[in-house]
């Protein structure tokens, strides 16, 4: 299992993170959420460029809630070390022609320890994993898709 984390893995297109955040050019943005962590994700066609990234990810920390960069800094390597760990979840359900743009925010208040954010990530990952796998939710009334 390769567990690196490349330039060519890292949403940073102005393009594409607009197309991410815009419901205009096709496809859903669609949310989850567990806290400390949301995560917002568009699927759309991949490229047909060799070697072209299944899912590219935009990591943030907001200024508003952490004043200091290093407060942000180190919950942005927490936040890339947990989904370089985990995206094998999700990333083993993905329909071959499928690109992912994903952007995972840290919307907690205060600084999350490493477990408690791969707890989260994981979650997260899960429930995009039962998405695609087209299993309902367990916790949701009659096997609709949950948001929580």
Do not use: W
Not at 32 to 56: D, T
Not at 115 to 126: G, L, T
């Amino acid at each position: 299992m390769d567990y690196r984390f490349p330039k060519s893995e890292k949403l940073c297109s102005d393009k594409l993170i607009r197309k991410l955040y815009s419901g205009s050019e096709g496809g859903k943005v669609q949310s989850e959420f567990a806290h400390p962590l949301s995560m917002k994700y568009k699927i759309h066609e991949r490229p047909a460029e060799p070697g072209s990234a299944a899912a590219l990810v935009l990591i943030s920390v907001p200024k508003r809630n952490f004043k200091h960069a290093v407060d942000r800094n180190l919950l942005k390597r927490r936040l890339r070390e947990a989904y370089r760990l985990n995206r094998h979840i999700f990333q083993a359900q993905m329909p071959e022609a499928h690109q992912y743009l994903m952007s995972l925010n840290y919307i907690g208040k205060e600084i999350a320890d490493y477990h408690e954010i791969e707890k989260a990530v994981r979650k997260i990952f899960q429930r995009i994993a039962r998405k695609e796998a087209g299993i309902p939710d367990a916790a949701s009334p009659a096997g609709t898709a949950s948001l929580l």
